[in-house]
């Protein structure tokens, strides 16, 4: 069974620095592309971060790029991204999801999401 | 950038079809994919490139994608298919691509 974890969320301060970590099991992590997609308390879907199955290509949305870092270990079957300079508008839940080969394809599993809380 | 357009809410009674619409600049040239949200849950996949069904998910959902919009179709609705619905596509027009999703539809089942 395909599962996702995600791990690493908190409360920080504005300006502050977070980590956040997804676990996958259940499938082979290194053949699909991986992404980030966040949901701030009663909003839609925003999707943030992708990276190709080798991690050779990342990709970012205009609102986060050059904060915002992704990556991944395939020897480890984990996920990263890092969050820098973190602003009240990044409060979210943070969801891991399981693309394709490749990233045109479809999210088709996502974890439970790990929340992040920025305020002073 | 692109842009994806949904009607906030689609309301349907037990039994009938519910239609909801995602525009987007000649979106039939790209595959859509389609999630389901219950409040409280992470997104479920209910169709991808434009009206594949996965694994799992009743043949009561269904989709199709032609010039400007992209429909997702969900017939005999049921109390039970009560949630949002995010249509979403891949848009590699810039050198950097993008997932994109629409703004949502709340389905409420009558």
């Known amino acids: 069974e395909v599962q996702l974890m995600e791990s690493g969320g908190g409360l920080v301060q504005p300006g502050g620095s977070l980590t956040l970590s997804c676990a996958g099991s259940?499938?082979?992590?290194?053949?699909?592309?991986m992404n980030w997609v966040r949901q701030a308390p009663g909003k839609g879907l925003e999707w943030v971060s992708g990276i190709s199955a080798s991690g050779d290509e990342t990709y970012f949305a205009d609102s986060v790029k050059g904060r915002f870092t992704i990556s991944r270990d395939n020897s480890k079957n984990m996920l990263s991204l890092r969050i820098n300079s973190l602003r009240a508008e990044d409060t979210a839940l943070y969801f891991c999801?399981?693309?394709?080969?490749?990233?045109?394809?479809?999210?088709?599993?996502w974890g439970p999401g790990t929340m992040v809380s920025v305020s002073s | 950038s692109y842009v994806l357009t949904q009607p906030p809410s689609v309301s349907v009674a037990p039994g009938e079809t519910a239609k909801i619409a995602c525009g987007g600049n000649n979106i039939g040239r790209k595959p859509v994919h389609w999630y389901q949200q219950k409040p409280g849950q992470a997104p479920v996949l209910v169709v991808y490139?434009?009206?594949d069904r996965p694994s799992g998910i009743a043949d009561r959902f269904s989709g199709s994608n032609s010039g400007n919009t992209a429909t997702l179709t969900i017939s005999r609705v049921e109390a039970g298919d009560e949630a949002d619905y995010f249509c979403?596509?891949?848009?590699?027009?810039?050198?950097?691509?993008?997932?994109?999703f629409g703004g949502g539809t709340k389905l409420t089942v009558l």
């Open positions: 979403q596509v891949w848009d590699g027009s810039s050198d950097q691509g993008h997932v994109i």
């Open positions: 490139d434009d009206n």
């Open positions: 999801s399981k693309g394709g080969t490749q990233m045109i394809d479809a999210l088709d599993r």
């Open positions: 259940g499938f082979s992590f290194t053949k699909f592309a």
